[in-house]
């Protein structure tokens, strides 16, 4: 969940692996982490495409990969998990 946002968490890990796959590229090419919009990457799940169309798209792209981090948010260990209680 981010925000008003929710979505499943599976998709959430599908756009972490996404974006750390990004990171893997030759380091002069890459885009800074900051900008980075995983919108164009074909394999995202289709509850991201609305978010792509939001001017804080990596942002919140950074956020919720952060939430799936460690498999923190199935222990109930980071804020941003919800249902957990």
């Known amino acids: 969940q981010d925000g008003d946002l929710k979505f499943p968490l599976e998709s959430v890990k599908k756009l972490k692996e996404l ?3 990004n990171r ?6 890459m885009v800074p982490v900051a900008s980075y919009s995983p919108c164009q990457e074909k394999h995202l799940p289709e509850e991201f495409r609305l978010v792509c169309k939001r001017e804080d798209a990596p942002v919140i792209f950074r956020r919720l990969s952060l939430a799936a981090e460690d498999d923190l ?3 109930c260990a980071n ?4 249902g957990c209680f």
Not at 79 to 82: G, I, L, M, P, T
């Open 24 to 29: 893997h590229i030759n380091p002069r090419m």
């Open 79 to 82: 804020a941003a998990c919800a």
């Open 73 to 75: 948010c199935e222990i």
């Open 19 to 21: 974006m750390d796959g």
